[in-house]
């Protein structure tokens, strides 16, 4: 289960040097585009780069790249087993995240990589990322309710925990879209720890600009904070413009507005649109897409949804879900290395879309289903447009039915 703190993954890590630079990137939606963002940048000026993010979506070692692929099996379970054996004799009782976090170090330090960009599990100041050496600049992006459990009940004490990343003498960047509220805290924290810290402002954003035609919004101001950090960190990189364009336009980020193909597995020959948004601001990023992207095609949206255990679905789904629109709820399956992640049920999930008030064209209960779900949402939306969206663990899913599909 979650256990927050960096006693144990410090012991872990206690005999490894960290020669690395690291960027390290916090904040509740967009952090894992900024890492991919920086990473983009980095490798278009030939810079030999690690980057852990952060969940896996089929293999825990997918949460791990060097340079421009995920690191092999082979050399992932060399040093999974190094890191495991360490836990075991020092018996520290590590989480999951902490042994993969640390295998992430250790295989960052063996390929001698230059720089490592690093995508934060969960809060800030407690997550087990928290143990870098060498922070060179810091990431706080969008900020919003999530995991209130672990990081408080409102948006400022959430971000106060975010904030836990920053160090004295280490410049962060963080998006200037956040609440006002929430910039207080951030800039509060910065003048107590010494350290400067920059408002993103994306309308004006050299790189942002440049490319302003082809993102959505909420992706010029991840790109905004990419570059600012690109900027302070690595100055040297920042130049030229189209360069850096070109690697970031060309980038692909696996379930989020990733348009996709499920044709192996059901006969539909259009793309489906997968997101994993999976918390109101999240799905407010995916309504104001689906709006200007697919119901301005005038047909109802057939939606596959799923969500963990505890998320606030009824505000996701007044933002998503419109009259006449069709909805399947499914359950996704065991979170490998994450027994503790549950899926809600599905009868509760449709329960939940009902009671908005809206009036679904058809619904339909794929319990914990994949497989069924896709078949009946593409009978149900035939040429119509199809979304799924909920969960990382369902994006998770569809990614693995796919690759099932094509033994």
């Excluded at 997918?62 to 060399?78: L, P, W």
């Excluded at 995508?119 to 990322?129: F, K, P, R």
């Amino acid at each position: 289960m979650v256990n927050l703190g960096l006693a144990r993954i410090t012991a872990l890590l206690k005999q490894t040097p960290q020669t690395w630079k690291a960027i390290h990137v916090a904040g509740t939606n967009g952090k894992g585009s900024i890492c991919a963002y920086l990473m983009a940048m980095l490798r278009a000026n030939q810079v030999s780069c690690g980057r852990f993010t952060s969940p896996h979506l089929i293999h825990p070692r997918d949460s791990i790249t060097i340079n421009d692929s995920a690191v092999s099996e082979s050399k992932f379970r060399h040093f999974e087993e190094l890191v495991k054996k360490r836990n075991e004799e020092q018996r520290l009782g590590a989480s999951e995240f902490e042994l993969l976090a640390a295998t992430a170090f250790e295989i960052f330090e063996a390929e001698r990589v230059e720089v490592g960009i690093i995508e934060v599990g969960l809060g800030g100041t407690l997550d087990a990322t928290n143990v870098l050496k060498h922070k060179c600049v810091t990431v706080i992006a969008k900020i919003g309710l999530d995991h209130q459990s672990f990081l408080g009940n409102t948006i400022e004490d959430i971000a106060l925990q975010k904030a836990g990343i920053m160090r004295k003498g280490v410049p962060c960047v963080a998006d200037g879209t956040n609440p006002q509220s929430v910039l207080e805290v951030l800039q509060k924290h910065a003048n107590e720890t010494g350290n400067d810290i920059l408002f993103t402002d994306f309308e004006s954003n050299v790189l942002s600009n440049k490319l302003k035609e082809d993102f959505e919004p909420h992706q010029c101001q991840n790109l905004a904070c990419a570059f600012e950090a690109l900027k302070l960190g690595f100055p040297q990189f920042a130049n030229p413009k189209d360069t850096l364009a070109s690697a970031v336009r060309n980038m692909v980020w696996p379930g989020r507005l990733q348009w996709l193909s499920i044709e192996k597995i059901t006969g539909r020959k259009e793309n489906i649109l997968l997101d994993g948004a999976h918390n109101p601001q999240s799905a407010e990023v995916l309504a104001a897409f689906v709006e200007k992207h697919l119901r301005s095609l005038d047909k109802p949206i057939t939606w596959i949804v799923a969500a963990t255990q505890g998320k606030d679905v009824s505000e996701m789904f007044k933002l998503l879900l419109r009259d006449g629109d069709s909805i399947a709820a499914v359950e996704f399956g065991p979170v490998d290395q994450m027994p503790w992640v549950k899926p809600t049920n599905s009868t509760a999930l449709l329960e939940a879309a009902k009671k908005g008030g809206l009036t679904f064209s058809s619904h339909f209960d794929a319990s914990t289903d994949v497989r069924s779900a896709l078949g009946w949402t593409s009978q149900t939306a035939n040429e119509g447009p199809l979304v799924i969206a909920g969960s990382l663990y369902l994006v998770s899913d569809i990614f693995k039915l796919l690759r099932s599909n094509e033994v």
